[in-house]
Structure formats: structure tokens, C-alpha cells
């Protein structure tokens, strides 16, 4: 064999077994990811468009979400954008809301949202939730949007229609059933540190987060469409949701470029506050300081 062609076989060869390792690693992350999530098709109920209760556009997103069957609250969120039903989905470690590991059984949620603000009603939406707690790696799921939003977690009517204290809550607005009073919040003036103010786009999303210490996990999160800095914000616990006395909450504030504030993306930034921030806390300055990374 010629030289020349000995080392185009033996390039070949190596390209072909470098290929095959990469597809196999590929298959071997995909098997693990599913291993760790729930998967299958959203629907909505046709009673629900006959009865002119459904109107789903192609602007609305989703919001799924896993909830603790036991605590009822929520452990991992994901929006999925366009909505197109029947469209497939998947949920699972990958959009836990704190850095816990997934484990056991969750139900799943489903949400229209056409406003931006989840847990806030707007005419068109619907909801869904699987009629049992599901093991994470069932695939083939078929979650069923057959209900009409009513503004909860459990989609309840009256004073357990609050969300529960760990569910992603992003705040209503000015006039919205859940916004929060001043003594129940934080509010001030978000910006970016100079040396990453070039990586926001009008078109980022603003994501604020309010964490427990104690609980670790967030206990209030609103979505500020467009991030127009340094821009005024506020965020807090609504009427009914217990209080500490005297106790600080935790407070981080992003930027998300693809719609899911719980995976990151090239451009994306972070704040986080570095100590426990009071509730009636005003005239915050927060800086948004490092690229985030998940």
C-alpha cells in the first residue's frame, strides 16, 4: 500500500471511530437526561376550544412545572415558546429551581400564559395537570390542558388558590391580584456592571428572584419583559403568604436571552445580593456583576 494512501485510510479510520464516539456520548447524555425528566405531549381539551374557554395563538408560551406532591411546591420550571398543541415537551433536572437534585415522583403542571406574568389570569388561558405523581423518566406522557386558569399552583379557587411558598410566582402587575405591598417588599434600581453592560439587549428578559435562606429555595419570581437599564424594580410576598419577622430574604436578578431563566445562554448575567436583604428594603442599587452559568 502507498504511503499516501496508508495515511488516508488511517485518517478515515480515526475520523470514523472520533464520530462514533461523539454519537455515543451524545446517545449516552440523552439517555440520562431522560433518566431525570419527564417527557410527552401537551394537548388541549377540544371541549375546551368548542366551548370558547381555550384561545391559544402562537405568542402564548408554556409553563410547565414540576411540583413535590408532598410539599406541593414547585421544584423545576420550563416555558416553552411557540406554543403549538399537541407539541412535545420536556421537563426535569435540568430546570430545578434551586441546585437539588431530582428524585422520586412530581406531578405536572401545565400553563398557558399570554401576558408574560404566569400566576396572573387572563382571558384564553388554560390548565392542565397529570391526574397522578409521575417517576422521573416516564416518557410518553399525555398532559391534558382541560381546565380554565384560574390564578393558582392547583388551579383552587378561594384562600388555598394562593401559590405555596416554593412555587416560581412571577409578579402580577401594579393592579394584579398578587402584587405585594411595601412593607412586603424590596424594591430599587437594577443595572449591569460596567465591564458586562454591553452584553444586555433591549430584547433580554429580566428574571428577579426572592429566595427563603432557610428553605433555599425562591418564594416569590417576576419577569420583567425587556431589560431597559438601569431599570426600577420591585419584588416581594403578597397578603396571606406568611412573614417572618425580621428576616432577610435572599435576592438575585438575571438576564435570559432564550426564554428559559433556568438554563443559561452566551450574554447572560447575574446579581447576587450579598447578604440577606429586609423586606421594606427601598432604593436598592443592584448590580448585575457575573456571566451566568448553569
Known amino acids: 500500500m502507498k504511503p499516501r494512501t496508508l495515511l488516508l485510510t488511517v485518517a478515515t479510520v480515526i475520523f ?52 413535590d406532591p408532598v410539599t406541593r411546591e414547585a421544584v423545576a420550571l420550563k416555558f416553552e415558546s411557540p406554543l403549538v398543541p399537541p407539541q412535545t415537551i420536556l421537563i426535569g433536572q435540568r430546570d430545578v429551581l434551586d441546585s437539588e437534585a431530582l428524585s422520586g415522583k412530581y406531578l405536572l403542571v401545565g400553563i398557558t400564559d399570554k401576558d408574560g406574568e404566569v400566576f396572573h389570569v387572563t382571558p384564553g388561558e388554560v390548565y392542565g395537570r397529570t391526574p397522578e405523581p409521575l417517576k422521573l423518566g416516564t416518557e410518553q406522557v399525555r398532559l391534558v390542558l382541560d381546565e380554565p386558569f384560574r390564578g393558582s399552583l392547583f388551579n383552587e379557587v378561594g384562600p388555598a388558590a394562593r401559590p405555596q411558598a416554593g ?49 433555599g429555595r425562591p418564594v416569590a419570581t417576576r419577569i420583567i419583559p425587556h431589560a431597559f437599564l438601569p431599570q426600577e424594580f420591585s419584588i416581594g410576598l403578597p397578603e396571606g403568604v406568611a412573614v417572618t419577622p425580621g428576616a432577610g430574604y435572599d435576592l438575585r436578578i438575571l438576564t435570559d436571552k432564550d426564554d428559559n431563566p433556568f438554563r443559561s445562554a452566551p ?28
Not at 451524545?26 to 368548542?50: D, H, M, N, T
Not at 446579581?271 to 456583576?289: A, C, H, N, W, Y
Open 16 to 67: 470514523v471511530a472520533g464520530l462514533a464516539f461523539a454519537l455515543w456520548r451524545e446517545v449516552v447524555r440523552e439517555e440520562a437526561q431522560l433518566a431525570a425528566s419527564l417527557s410527552g405531549v401537551v394537548e388541549v381539551a377540544p371541549a375546551l376550544y368548542a366551548q370558547g374557554v381555550a384561545d391559544i395563538v402562537r405568542t402564548d408560551r408554556l409553563a410547565l412545572i414540576l411540583v
Open 267 to 294: 450574554g447572560e448575567i447575574i446579581g447576587r445580593s450579598r447578604e440577606p436583604i429586609p423586606l421594606g428594603t427601598e432604593k436598592l442599587d443592584f448590580v448585575m456583576d457575573t456571566p451566568y452559568q448553569r
Open 167 to 215: 412555587a416560581p410566582r412571577p409578579g402580577a402587575s401594579a393592579a394584579g391580584p398578587l402584587e405585594a405591598g411595601p412593607q412586603r417588599s424590596i424594591r430599587g434600581v437594577v443595572r449591569a456592571s460596567p465591564a458586562l453592560a454591553g452584553q444586555v439587549a433591549t430584547s433580554d428578559r429580566l428574571v428577579i428572584l426572592l429566595f427563603d435562606p432557610a428553605q
